[in-house]
C-alpha cells in the first residue's frame, strides 16, 4: 500500500513538471532586451561607457557622418553649441535642406536628420539627439533604453519601436512625420521606446 501511494505520488509529480515545464520555457522565449554595446562617448575631456553611465551629462548626441564617437554635455544648450559648430562645417547640399522645427516644408526632396529624444515630459530631463538616416539606433547601446517621454522630430520622419532593431509594435507613424512634436507620448509609449529609424 505505502509502495502505491509512493507511485501515485511521484506520477502527480511528473504531472506537474510537465505542466509547469512549457510555462517556464515559453516565458523565456519573450524577446528579452538586447545586452547594451559598450558605447564610449566624451565627456569634459573624459571617455565614459554611454551605454552603462552618463556620469552626470544631461544631454548625448550619436551623429555617425559627423563624429566618430558620440559627445556628450551637461546641458542640452551645450550640445546645441556644438551641433551649429558641426553643421557649419556639412557641405553645402545638405545646409540648404535644413530649416528650423515648425517652419514650412521647403519643397527639397533631401532633409536633414534628427531626433531628439527627452526622459521627461515637455522636452526636460536627459536629451539624446540621433542623427544619421536608414539605420535602427538601439537605444540601449545610448543608455537611453525605454526612458523617452517627450521627443522631438526633425526634416526626416522617424519610426519609433518598442524593441532592439525595430521588433515589436511601433509608435503611431502618424505621430512621427517630419517636424512632429510631443510634450508626451502617446497611450501605452511612456518609457517604452527601444529603437529609432530616420529615413
Given at each position: 500500500m505505502g509502495y502505491r501511494r509512493i507511485a501515485r505520488l511521484g506520477v502527480t509529480i511528473a504531472m506537474f513538471m510537465v505542466i509547469v515545464v512549457p510555462v517556464a520555457v515559453s516565458a523565456?522565449?519573450?524577446?528579452?532586451?538586447?545586452?547594451?554595446?559598450?558605447?564610449?562617448?566624451?565627456?569634459?575631456?573624459?571617455?565614459i561607457d554611454m551605454s552603462k553611465d552618463w556620469e552626470g551629462a544631461g544631454a548625448c548626441m550619436v551623429w555617425p557622418e559627423a563624429i566618430d564617437t558620440p559627445e556628450c554635455f551637461r546641458t542640452e544648450v551645450e550640445m546645441d553649441k556644438r551641433i551649429a559648430e558641426l553643421e557649419r562645417q556639412l557641405p553645402q547640399a545638405e545646409a540648404e535642406t535644413r530649416r528650423p522645427l515648425g517652419s514650412a516644408p521647403t519643397g527639397v526632396t533631401n532633409c536633414s536628420s534628427s531626433v531628439r529624444l527627452y526622459d521627461g515630459t515637455s522636452y526636460t530631463g536627459a536629451a539624446l539627439y540621433l542623427r544619421g538616416r536608414q539605420v535602427w539606433y538601439n537605444l540601449v547601446d545610448a543608455g537611453f533604453n525605454q526612458m523617452?517621454?517627450?521627443?522631438?522630430?526633425?526634416?526626416?520622419?522617424?519610426?519609433?519601436?518598442?524593441?532592439?532593431?525595430?521588433?515589436?509594435?511601433?509608435?503611431?507613424?502618424?505621430?512621427?512625420?517630419?517636424?512632429?512634436?510631443?510634450?508626451?507620448?502617446?497611450?501605452?509609449?511612456?518609457?517604452?521606446?527601444s529603437s529609432v529609424w530616420i529615413t
Open positions: 523565456s522565449e519573450e524577446e528579452p532586451t538586447p545586452a547594451a554595446e559598450p558605447t564610449p562617448a566624451l565627456f569634459e575631456g573624459a571617455v523617452t517621454s517627450s521627443f522631438k522630430i526633425g526634416a526626416c520622419s522617424a519610426y519609433f519601436a518598442d524593441l532592439a532593431g525595430g521588433g515589436g509594435d511601433w509608435y503611431p507613424t502618424s505621430q512621427t512625420q517630419a517636424y512632429d512634436m510631443a510634450t508626451s507620448m502617446a497611450s501605452g509609449w511612456d518609457n517604452d521606446v
